[in-house]
């Protein structure tokens, strides 16, 4: 029997940081801030519409089917055959594009989200992943569930396969913190993606395999030790850090600050740092900062504990 539709949903998706180091592609977390608001009503008037953006400076689309949250809530909506119902939807964008916070990520996975919900959850969370996966990929030609994974999911995911979309949550340690920093210029996905090497040495490939074993087997452990010990990325790093000014200068403060790594958040230019406790992240986050208002860029700190809930309705009818 189809469910009741609600008349107005309102939820919060989060800002992720993906590869986490040594997962490109394959691990991720969820941070607490930023994030976007999505609004979805139930309209009188067939079909689905996004009537208002707001926060993207003109530069997103109304055109649903050109819009990462418009991709993500079309394509379920066609799965459950319902393309005919009046739906209208509201994005508030409130973070940075091409931040490497998993900006389209939130957007899509808030559409989706958002859809479902309105829609009496006909879907589990983890039946949404191909939607908001397709909704991302609009964004940055590009399939994988790094971003859209801890977002929907929350916590820390492992994507084992993302063409099987094989997608794994993994203890959270009680005292992990992550320190964010965003630096004000842009680096487009698709650019960061360019400039990776096709080719990997076998010895570099062996030791970020035990990097991403041992950043997994620290998280289960709670043993801070090892997650530091694991927290470097010997394939992406190397090459995207020539696009983040001051990139090694604000590594070398984190470190000396007590982070437990530092490394690039998805394709960048954020940056971020896991630390034990959250007196250290704070510190951490203040002195890369400082390190980027030398140059002097703009930067905005994000010290959080993973957030273990990922998207949420703030509040529905
Ligand atoms: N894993 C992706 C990358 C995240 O590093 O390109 C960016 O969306």
Not at 71 to 78: E, F, I, K, Q, T
Not at 194 to 214: A, D, K, V, Y
Not at 232 to 253: C, M
Not at 280 to 308: C, D, G, H, L, M
Request: charged share 15%; net charge neutral; with cysteine.
């Amino acid at each position: 029997m189809t469910k009741q539709i609600l008349q107005e949903v309102r939820v919060f998706s989060p800002a992720t940081v993906a590869n986490v180091a040594c997962g490109f592609d394959v691990l991720g977390f969820a941070i607490e801030l930023p994030g976007d608001e999505i609004i979805v009503r139930s309209s009188p008037q067939p079909g689905f519409r996004i009537t208002k953006i707001t926060g993207d400076d003109g530069r997103l689309p109304l055109d649903p089917k050109l819009n990462t949250a418009g991709v993500a809530a079309l394509d379920l909506l066609r799965h459950l055959g319902r393309t005919d119902l009046g739906i209208e939807m509201e994005i508030h964008k409130q973070m940075p594009f091409g931040s490497g916070l998993g900006s389209s990520a939130a957007s899509a996975v808030g559409g989706a989200f958002a859809v479902n919900q309105l829609l009496g959850e006909p879907l589990t969370r983890r039946q949404l992943l191909p939607f908001v996966v397709a909704g991302e990929a609009a964004a940055d030609g590009a399939w994988h569930a790094d971003n859209v994974g801890p977002c929907l999911l929350g916590g820390i995911t492992l994507i084992r396969s993302n063409a099987e979309l094989d997608v794994h949550n993994i203890p959270i340690p009680q005292n992990l913190w992550a320190a964010v920093v965003h630096p004000d210029i842009v680096v487009l996905t698709k650019v960061a993606r360019e400039i990776m090497p096709r080719h990997i040495q076998l010895e570099t490939s062996t030791q970020q395999s035990g990097n991403l074993g041992g950043l997994i087997c620290g998280l289960y452990q709670s043993d801070y030790a090892l997650i530091g010990r694991s927290v470097h990325d010997l394939i992406a790093e190397p090459h995207r850090q020539r696009l983040i000014p001051e990139f090694y200068r604000a590594k070398r403060e984190a470190l000396a600050a007590g982070a437990l790594g530092f490394s690039i958040s998805g394709a960048g230019p954020s940056v971020f740092a896991l630390c034990e406790g959250e007196a250290t992240a704070r510190q951490v986050a203040a002195a890369v900062a400082t390190v980027f208002e030398s140059v002097p860029i703009k930067a905005t700190q994000y010290v959080s504990r993973i957030n273990p809930q990922g998207v949420h309705v703030l509040s529905q009818k």
